[in-house]
């Protein structure tokens, strides 16, 4: 038992990092923000343009999917997640708190009534069945069941050989892409299925430690070959266009971009920095660029302007809610501590 903990703890210590990991939420956020303010699917006047492409192409989803399935494999490894429950409560409070209270200033100081309060509207946004006060959280209610069942797939995964576990991923994808025609299909709960490839590819990158194995190799080319297949990537992702892809392009920016960061300390301390507000500018960000500030920051006209003025706003909301936010983290994990203990 104990040596099978201390093979769990090398792995661990074999693989990407929990703080590079926050740093590739850094990177998640900033696409994030690019997407919703730039693609054509929510501004029409994108259509058709290489900024409109661009703002299409960054989808993070899968990403944001990659890196909680990898970093949810090395907990399974380690033996046990006792806090599973705990986060996605967390979750929800945050998911909850931001939007109880953009609704209020949406309502209140901006007179917009584009909310519905009926009892059922409200219930279903609360338990994230539906999303009409906030579309960017749809994500909430398949993210959360994946983590409550992250232990029982990770060990259907350990019993496969890699090619089989990605391929039956891949075709759970294939089939949900289809159904996704179908309305009733499109509801929160069922893109579980939709987003359950990249979270086991997540998984499976964790399994076989490639991000480190791509690193020992890359570390030995001079660094400006890792930027330049970084570049490539993007590339391929402008012109290459489909769901099909997008989890492999997001693994392949997560190899290239731990490996830069690894090697450029600047870029990592910059990534991390939004990486720590990732949660609260998700929650935040669509409020200022779509519903609150939409106007103002389209009138701005320059694309490097906009995304500064959505990040910058984003990021003081953040900053000043976290005032409240972190002792509110810190003393419920707390608390869910002594409550595990008490029951060990």
């Not at 990898?70 to 708190?97: E, M, N, T, V």
């Not at 998700?282 to 200022?288: D, P, R």
Request: proline share 3%.
């Amino acid at each position: 038992m104990l040596l099978l903990q201390r093979n769990n703890c090398l792995n661990y210590l074999n693989n990407m990092l929990r703080e590079e990991s926050k740093m590739m939420q850094g990177v998640g956020i900033l696409s994030m923000i690019f997407y919703h303010l730039f693609n054509p699917s929510f501004h029409r006047g994108y259509l058709n343009t290489i900024l409109g492409n661009m703002g299409r192409a960054s989808n993070p989803v899968p990403l944001y999917c990659l890196l909680s399935g990898f970093g949810l494999y090395i907990i399974f490894q380690l033996g046990k997640d006792a806090h599973r429950i705990s986060r996605c409560l967390w979750l929800y409070f945050c998911y909850c708190f931001f939007t109880f209270l953009f609704v209020l200033a949406e309502y209140q100081l901006f007179g917009q009534q584009r909310c519905s309060f009926s009892i059922l509207e409200v219930l279903t946004n609360v338990t994230g069945i539906k999303d009409s006060y906030y579309p960017p959280a749809w994500f909430i209610l398949p993210y959360c069941i994946l983590t409550i069942t992250a232990f029982w797939i990770f060990r259907v995964i350990d019993k496969l050989k890699v090619w089989v576990a990605l391929l039956l991923a891949y075709a759970v994808y294939v089939v949900s892409s289809r159904l996704n025609s179908f309305s009733w299909f499109t509801l929160n709960i069922f893109q579980t299925f939709y987003i359950f490839f990249p979270f086991v590819l997540g998984g499976i990158m964790a399994k076989t430690q490639i991000v480190n194995k791509c690193h020992e190799i890359l570390v030995k080319k001079n660094i400006w070959i890792t930027v330049f297949l970084l570049a490539i990537l993007l590339v391929l992702r402008y012109y290459v266009y489909s769901g099909a892809v997008i989890s492999f392009f997001w693994a392949g920016v997560v190899i290239l971009t731990v490996s830069l960061v690894r090697r450029m300390d600047w870029a990592g301390t910059v990534l991390l920095f939004f990486g720590k507000h990732n949660l609260n500018m998700w929650m935040i960000h669509a409020w200022i660029c779509w519903y609150l500030f939409n106007k103002p920051i389209y009138s701005l006209g320059n694309p490097l302007l906009m995304f500064c003025a959505v990040l910058a706003i984003s990021l003081v909301i953040s900053m000043a809610f976290n005032v409240v936010l972190i002792p509110l983290n810190k003393l419920y994990f707390r608390n869910q501590c002594s409550k595990i203990k008490l029951f060990q």
